[in-house]
């Protein structure tokens, strides 16, 4: 069982600037992809950005050049820097891990952290 905190969301004016964090426990953490989801209100969750356990990453089209995931294994945390933030970023923030162990697939979720952008 992992558990996963996330943590860095609040509010902040158009093109303001966040930093989220995703604190996982155990000791597994670098067996597992990480990934940035959000939701809005009446929207279904999609993917922000992931970074696999290489340290590979993609981005959703709609944050692409302003998102920037990364981690650190040795804290076992997860990062999404978020720059120019505009009012349609507004949602949920939710951290994810995903691992296959035997051709079982585990994925674990946050309990998300709240992002307004609004002047």
């Known amino acids: 069982q992992v558990q996963l905190v996330e943590s860095g969301g609040g509010l902040v004016q158009p093109g303001g600037s966040l930093r989220l964090s995703c604190a996982a426990s155990?000791?597994?953490?670098?067996?597992?992809?990480m990934g940035w989801y959000r939701q809005a209100p009446g929207k279904q969750r999609e993917l922000v950005a992931r970074?696999?356990?290489?340290?590979?990453?993609n981005y959703a089209d709609s944050v692409e050049g302003r998102c920037t995931i990364s981690r650190d294994n040795a804290k076992n945390t997860v990062y999404l820097q978020m720059n120019s933030l505009k009012p349609e970023d507004t949602a949920v923030y939710y951290c994810?891990?995903?691992?296959?162990?035997?051709?079982?697939?585990?994925?674990?979720w946050g309990q998300g952290t709240q992002v307004t952008v609004s002047s």
């Open positions: 155990g000791n597994t953490f670098t067996f597992y992809a």
């Open positions: 970074i696999n356990t290489g340290g590979s990453t």
């Open positions: 994810s891990g995903h691992r296959v162990v035997a051709g079982v697939a585990l994925d674990y």
